[in-house]
């Protein structure tokens, strides 16, 4: 079975070709579309198995990153009526959905993520101006154990790319914190160099709370992170690739090309192609 990825664009988004790239990289059949022509049903949802919410500065950040992008997902109307219904039954059938920095923005604003009791449209998070502005870094991430998430099994720990301004992570309540704790909805955290998650900047590059940088639902299946696996597609995008590479050549040995990007869809698909065939 192929399976089907669609990556969303929009006005300001900017990273959907990335995206695009590493689902095929990772075996998917990419299509890239612009949410106007999923909403006028050029594109049907029914038709793909993950959908991907790419990075960029959708709406130019007007009201808060994501918010104008996220409006226009709740309240939209297909020719067959409110484009969350087709969101919700994509979530029901099984389906995956990833939220990459602006798309994890856009997904939090939403309310679907992390949608307690599949409530899919009450926010009870949100990601705030950085505490030291934008930030363009590549960090260490600490995979927690005990989440679901189907986009990060097997993971223990990733090397990736930052790049945003309004990153800080904040439930809007202590219980909303424990709760994401609790029931295992806290996917990823910023680390420091031996990978132990870390409140200090640089480390932690926007104050986000518990230096959450990305989480899931109850389901493990939608998920969304501020890092941007697509923008680490191939070991040659790795900050330190030439000093790597003549270490490997030293030791004779051949440097693997796999990045730590591309696992996020591999995981992905292959969920697709066992649970959805
Ligand atoms: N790279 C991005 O997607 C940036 C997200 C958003 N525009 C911000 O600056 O926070």
Redesign the pocket.
Known sequence: MAVKSLVLTGY????EMETAYANRLAGADATIAHINDVIDGKYKLEDYQILNF?????YG?DLG??KAFANKVLYAKTPKGPIMDDIRKFIDDGKLIIG??????ILVKMGLLPAFDKDYRAQTTT?F??DKG?RDAWVNLKVNPASQCIFTKGIEKMYLP??????KFIPGDKAILDRLWKNGHVVMQYADESYKPSMEFPMNPNGSVDSIAGICDETGRVFGL?P?PEAFNHIVNHPHYTRMADEYRRKGKVMPEESDGIKVWRNAVAYAKEKLA
């Not at 300001?12 to 990273?15: E, K, L, R, S």
């Not at 990459?100 to 923005?105: A, D, E, L, S, W």
């Open positions: 300001g988004i900017n990273c790419p990075g960029g500065f959708s950040d990153s994501g990459i920095c602006n798309g994890f923005q990601v101006y950085n934008f930052i790049r945003h301004g309004e990153g501020m941007h």
